[in-house]
């Protein structure tokens, strides 16, 4: 089974899409080019380690985005029904289009929220949601139903930003990012031990906790968005630094402490 993140980047950006011949030469040099997206699928590739994932029969992506890992382990595990919800129809609407296009019959769509899905409670062996809950108010994160959704013994991957958060160059330079924060992030509200007590009380056995994404991740996606605001040319040109500093930000990061919390919790048997 190989995992592979990223795989239609250059189908699924609109930018991208203008220009193909541009983004196959640019996707060959400098392979995925979103730092934040590219230290988030790093993450998420560690976390599916903790769990059984070629036992699954049916996955859901709460929350997909884009799309990009619900397209990743459809195509890392043919036999698994990968079901991608999310309630940005557009979104949803050309995940149906590319997943049609490459004959993906085992991943299926939804521009729906995890409570509408009546007839598939009990039905899933792992659900992840990879920063969502985040922009979900504290007491309207799906905590309850994701539990209906699963079988007993089946998985909940949450990974969100941890609330403090490490920061390197100077705060002024990110101020619109901060202010998008301040309208977006309503949920970003756990530490670590937050988010396992919470797993707990939602009935979850947590199997796993930790904090990832250190100062040297932080540094790499610091560098990452100035490069990005300064223009394409100057983005691709510090991102092979930028993708550097995350993955050494890998080797040396002694979870402690970090940008992101991530648990995993398995409703009991």
């Given at each position: 089974?190989?995992?592979?993140?990223?795989?239609?980047?250059?189908?699924?950006?609109?930018?991208?899409?203008?220009?193909?011949?541009?983004?196959?030469?640019?996707?060959?040099?400098?392979?995925?080019?979103?730092?934040?997206?590219?230290?988030?699928?790093?993450?998420?590739?560690?976390?599916?380690?903790?769990?059984?994932?070629?036992?699954?029969?049916?996955?859901?992506?709460?929350?997909?985005?884009?799309?990009?890992?619900?397209?990743?382990?459809?195509?890392?595990?043919?036999?698994?029904r990968v079901n991608a919800l999310d309630i940005?129809?557009?979104?949803?609407?050309?995940?149906?289009?590319?997943?049609?296009?490459?004959?993906?019959k085992n991943l299926e769509t939804h521009p729906a929220t995890i409570d509408t899905l009546e007839n598939l409670d009990g039905q899933f062996d792992f659900i992840y949601s990879v920063d969502v809950f985040e922009h979900i108010k504290e007491e309207e994160m799906p905590f309850a139903e994701a539990y209906k959704k699963l079988r007993p013994g089946g998985y909940l991957l949450i990974k969100?930003?941890?609330?403090?958060?490490?920061?390197?160059?100077?705060?002024?330079?990110?101020?619109?990012?901060?202010?998008?924060l301040e309208d977006e992030h309503i949920g970003q509200v756990y530490e670590l031990n937050d988010l396992e007590q919470r797993m707990s009380k939602e009935g979850f056995i947590v199997q796993y906790a930790a904090y990832a994404d250190g100062w040297w991740s932080r540094l790499g996606w610091e560098l990452g968005y100035l490069s990005h605001k300064a223009g394409p040319v100057l983005q691709l040109l510090c991102l092979p630094f930028a993708k550097l500093l995350v993955r050494f930000d890998r080797l040396v990061h002694r979870r402690q402490s970090g940008?992101?919390?991530?648990?995993?919790?398995?409703?009991?048997l």
């Open positions: 089974m190989e995992i592979v993140f990223g795989k239609m980047q250059d189908q699924m950006s609109e930018r991208m899409r203008r220009r193909p011949l541009l983004a196959k030469w640019i996707k060959r040099i400098f392979g995925y080019t979103l730092v934040g997206n590219y230290a988030r699928a790093l993450t998420f590739k560690e976390l599916l380690s903790q769990v059984p994932l070629t036992e699954f029969k049916r996955i859901m992506d709460l929350g997909c985005g884009y799309g990009e890992s619900a397209f990743m382990l459809a195509d890392a595990l043919p036999d698994t940005n129809q557009q979104s949803i609407a050309n995940i149906a289009r590319l997943a049609e296009e490459h004959q993906m969100i930003p941890s609330r403090e958060q490490l920061t390197i160059l100077p705060e002024d330079w990110f101020e619109d990012h901060h202010d998008w940008n992101t919390i991530q648990v995993i919790g398995r409703k009991p």
